[in-house]
């Protein structure tokens, strides 16, 4: 069971009470509708899948209802760094040594 730590509510709480929302950090366009077909197609549904730290979206569904940022170690699974929706990504000094 993952254990995931939500920054608003300050709790760490099984994963049955978030809900996964994507990749973070994605550029969304300024204009969608100057997008051509293949670029609008990449947007959706291209994405990164980096074995390692990847940086994703999560919900507290249960909870404060809130969306924030996590990295979490694909190959682990092990979230090493939950933060606010809005804060920048934390830099690779942060998360070394965190696991």
């Given at each position: 069971m993952l254990l995931i730590h939500c920054p608003y509510c300050d709790e760490t709480l099984p994963e049955l009470e978030f809900a996964y929302a994507g990749e973070a950090?994605?550029?969304r366009p300024a204009d969608p509708s100057a997008l051509t077909d293949e670029e609008w197609?990449?947007?959706l549904f291209i994405?990164?899948?980096?074995r390692g730290k990847h940086f994703?979206?999560?919900r507290h569904v249960h909870g404060c209802?809130?969306?924030f940022n996590a990295c979490r170690d694909t190959v682990s699974d092990r979230f090493l760094k939950t933060y606010k929706a809005g804060e920048e990504r934390p830099a690779?000094?942060?998360l070394e040594g965190v696991e």
């Open positions: 950090h994605i550029a197609r990449d947007f994405r990164t899948n980096a994703e979206r999560w209802g809130r969306f690779e000094t942060e």
